[in-house]
């Protein structure tokens, strides 16, 4: 960094990035916990009614956003699922992927260090995705 004004901007912009990337994993834990325990039904007849009438989501962004909650709880827990796989193969920049997935071949399993890293490049890509307007 040049100068102090740019180090400011730059410590002011990254603290956004951090509080954006714990509330959109916030929205997700929400809505999973609301179609979960089917807390939509008092205004509501479906969940997928709720959160495109409630919210305006796309059935895209509502699943994107439930998927990227679970995947980081299982990455907080060390929980690999399919369904951690399966958004990481959904959000991760093209070649990126398939480049993880050969190491982790030849090296006998998951890496934890690789899948760290894949699921970082990955959260940053969705909500890039999530921020976009539809």
Do not use: H
């Not at 410590?11 to 834990?29: A, Q």
């Not at 959904?90 to 760290?116: D, F, H, V």
């Amino acid at each position: 960094m040049t100068n102090t004004i740019e180090l400011s901007r730059f410590n002011e912009l990254e603290n956004v990035i951090d509080v954006g990337l714990k509330i959109f994993v916030e929205v997700g834990n929400a809505l999973l916990e609301i179609r979960d325990s089917r807390l939509y039904r008092e205004g509501w007849g479906t969940f997928d009614e709720y959160y495109q009438g409630r919210w305006g989501f796309t059935d895209r962004r509502a699943r994107l956003l439930m998927s990227a909650a679970r995947t980081v709880t299982n990455l907080e827990t060390g929980t690999v699922v399919p369904d951690m796989l399966l958004l990481i193969s959904s959000c991760a920049p093209n070649g990126m992927l398939e480049s993880y997935w050969q190491r982790w071949k030849r090296e006998g399993g998951i890496n934890t260090n690789l899948l760290e890293a894949t699921m970082t490049s990955s959260i940053l890509n969705m909500q890039r995705l999530l921020l976009t307007p539809t």
